[in-house]
């Protein structure tokens, strides 16, 4: 069962395809671009305000480690931003246009 090449390009140049993959580069660019933006901006603040993140927050603690931990806490939610959009959205808009392609 296989496709044809002109079927192929057919639907390559088709308008759901483009807008399918159009949508997934720009949710993952969107969550990606976010993420480097606290990760950097993390980062950042440790290079130019230290003082900041050495700020106690308990006999043994600094702010640092919260906020350093809520940054890993943050690229999880990320990710279950991504799955949930995947698999509410995007897979079943690829599974629509499998269909279509699979009938004709």
Same mark, same amino acid.
């Given at each position: 069962?296989?496709?044809?090449?002109?079927?192929?390009?057919?639907?390559?140049?088709?308008?759901?395809?483009?807008?399918?993959? =159009?949508?997934?580069?720009?949710?993952?660019?969107? !969550?990606?671009?976010?993420?480097? /933006?606290?990760? $950097?901006?993390? @980062? +950042? &603040?440790?290079?130019?305000?230290?003082?900041?993140?050495?700020? =106690?927050?308990?006999?043994?603690?600094?702010?640092? !480690?919260?906020?350093?931990?809520? /940054?890993?806490? $943050?690229?999880? @939610? +990320? &990710?279950?931003?991504?799955?949930?959009?995947?698999?509410?959205?995007?897979?079943?808009?690829?599974?629509?246009?499998?269909?279509?392609?699979?009938?004709?």
């Amino acid at each position: 069962m296989g496709i044809k090449a002109e079927r192929v390009k057919e639907i390559l140049e088709s308008e759901k395809f483009k807008t399918l993959v =159009k949508k997934r580069i720009t949710v993952s660019i969107t !969550l990606t671009v976010i993420m480097l /933006i606290v990760y $950097f901006g993390f @980062i +950042l &603040t440790i290079a130019f305000n230290k003082e900041f993140l050495s700020i =106690k927050i308990g006999e043994h603690l600094t702010l640092g !480690l919260p906020i350093g931990i809520g /940054i890993i806490i $943050f690229a999880w @939610i +990320l &990710t279950g931003i991504y799955i949930n959009w995947a698999n509410k959205k995007y897979d079943k808009a690829v599974r629509e246009l499998r269909n279509e392609v699979l009938e004709n």
